[in-house]
């Protein structure tokens, strides 16, 4: 999302009056350098939807993270 191609999905973000505020190409990675573990989910999963229908959305996705204990 931060590379060239990404710049579509920032701009429809920014026209839909919505704020860009951050994104990360590596999230899974980052946060488990910071100890915690994560998964990373497309937007259009429909794992996310908890047997709700999900709405097609621009390329984005969903984290879910847990801190573990120790391993800061």
Known sequence: MLQEE???VRER???QGAQWLSARDDL???L???G???T???GDDPRIGH???VAPLPAC???TAALTAGER
């Open 13 to 15: 973000v920014e026209e």
């Open 40 to 42: 990373v989910y497309a």
């Open 51 to 53: 047997g709700r229908t």
């Open 32 to 34: 488990g350098g910071h």
């Open 6 to 8: 990404g710049r579509p």
């Open 36 to 38: 915690w573990r994560a």
């Open 28 to 30: 899974e990675q980052w």
């Open 61 to 63: 996705w969903l984290a």
